[in-house]
């Protein structure tokens, strides 16, 4: 059974401390960029006159997840430490990307590939059809969990505006494999949004609405799935306050 909590905040506003500005090095909205190589294409973007190196072009099973041409991106990242660049960018890690949904036809730049260069590092999946072979083997199953059985928090994350998507699943089957072997009776699963501040000093914020949108689609996708499961109780906190990629989440209880 499917039961909605709804959780009602008494003020939406944005606190900032120095502790939560701190927390990215760099957060900036910009276009994306798409420079070819020899293998696989980079991707790359351009803020304060420097270029930036994201990721390469990859599958679903790969922790990072490409932007789109035409639409901006939420860049939220840390520049190496030693000044190290891959296609001409210096290097975010970690860094997570989140599509902005304006429609940002300017944003179309593709950069030929240069005579010469190679990845420093082996593309983990080649251009071209995958044959059904994913980039990244996902990880084995943890062993069951001996008794006593515990009660066990799980943190889904999310891009800025975004809610379930197709690397969705994967994120939950940890939550599923765990909630089989304790044979789960009840779920508590609860959406939150969350606001940025730019390295510029503006502060955006997810909408309103997110973050039960966020709960709602998660709690329907046990569905079926566990037997010994009575409850999937939703639950949502729309506040947003600052912080960073991960405030953007839903938190899955879940009891034996």
């Known amino acids: 059974m499917l039961r909605t909590l709804t959780v009602t905040c008494t003020s939406a506003a944005l606190a900032l401390s120095s502790a939560v500005a701190s927390a990215q090095d760099l957060a900036f909205i910009a276009c994306p960029i798409v420079k070819d190589t ?11 006159g420097e270029l930036y190196y994201m990721g390469v072009q ?18 939220e990242g840390t520049p190496s430490a030693d000044g190290e660049r891959i296609c001409g960018g210096i290097v975010l890690e970690p860094v997570k990307v989140s599509v902005m949904p304006e429609l940002s036809p300017e944003c179309d730049t593709v950069l030929m590939a240069e005579p010469g260069y190679v990845l420093p590092f082996e593309p983990r999946r080649p251009p071209g059809p995958s044959n059904g072979r994913l980039a990244f083997t996902p990880p084995p199953p943890p062993p069951p ?4 059985l515990e009660v066990r928090s799980f ?25 089989r072997n304790v044979e789960a009776k009840r779920l508590e699963v609860t959406g939150h949004r969350a606001a ?35 409850e999937v109780e939703v639950g949502s906190s729309e506040e947003a306050e600052v912080g960073d990629w991960q405030d953007r989440k839903v938190v899955i209880t879940v009891y034996p």
């Open 38 to 48: 020899p293998s696989v294409p980079c991707w790359l973007t351009e803020y304060g």
């Open 58 to 75: 990859s599958d679903v099973s790969a922790p990072f997840n490409p932007p789109w041409l035409g639409h901006k991106a939420l860049v």
């Open 145 to 148: 969990p001996e008794p006593p």
């Open 155 to 179: 943190e889904i994350y999310f891009p800025f505006e975004g809610s379930v998507n197709f690397q969705t699943p994967g994120a939950l089957q940890e939550v599923l494999d765990y909630a």
């Open 196 to 230: 940025v501040q730019l390295t510029n000093g503006e502060v955006i914020a997810e909408r309103d609405g997110i973050a039960a949108l966020r709960a709602s689609q998660v709690g329907r996708m046990f569905d079926g799935l566990l037997p010994s499961l009575q």
